[in-house]
């Protein structure tokens, strides 16, 4: 039941995703762009570690990294920092509906 749960947000949260990345990508805020430039930034390291303070980061290297350095590791399996920090997003927002389901159902 949990398995079929799971399959069916994930179903759902990626066939969002890729309805949101299809031929174009807007963010109404420059906060996407500036996460997208740490992720880039992580992507280009060869390490763990904190990028060097450019001004296009801001304080964004201050961030909690763990989410950013996800993102950037799949940024890099897939060649795509920007589909990277889509993919790590989609799967927290769909893992948090898959707890709160389990939650509530149980």
């Known amino acids: 039941m949990l398995l079929r749960q799971f399959a069916i947000a994930a179903l759902l949260v990626g066939g969002l995703s890729a309805a949101l990345l299809y031929n174009e990508f807007q963010a109404y805020s420059s906060d996407a762009a500036q996460h997208y430039a740490l992720i880039r930034a ?11 303070a450019t001004p296009n980061l801001g ?7 763990v989410s950013h350095w996800l993102a950037a590791e799949v940024g890099k399996l897939f060649g795509s920092g920007l589909l990277g920090m889509t993919i790590v997003a989609s799967a927290s927002v769909g893992l948090f509906y898959l707890a ?4 509530l159902s149980g």
């Not at 992580?42 to 060097?52: E, F, H, I, Q």
């Not at 304080?59 to 990294?65: E, G, H, I, R, V």
């Not at 709160?100 to 939650?103: A, C, E």
């Open 100 to 103: 709160m389901s389990s939650y």
């Open 42 to 52: 992580l992507m280009d390291l060869d390490k763990w570690g904190t990028p060097a």
């Open 59 to 65: 304080n964004l290297p201050l961030y909690p990294p």
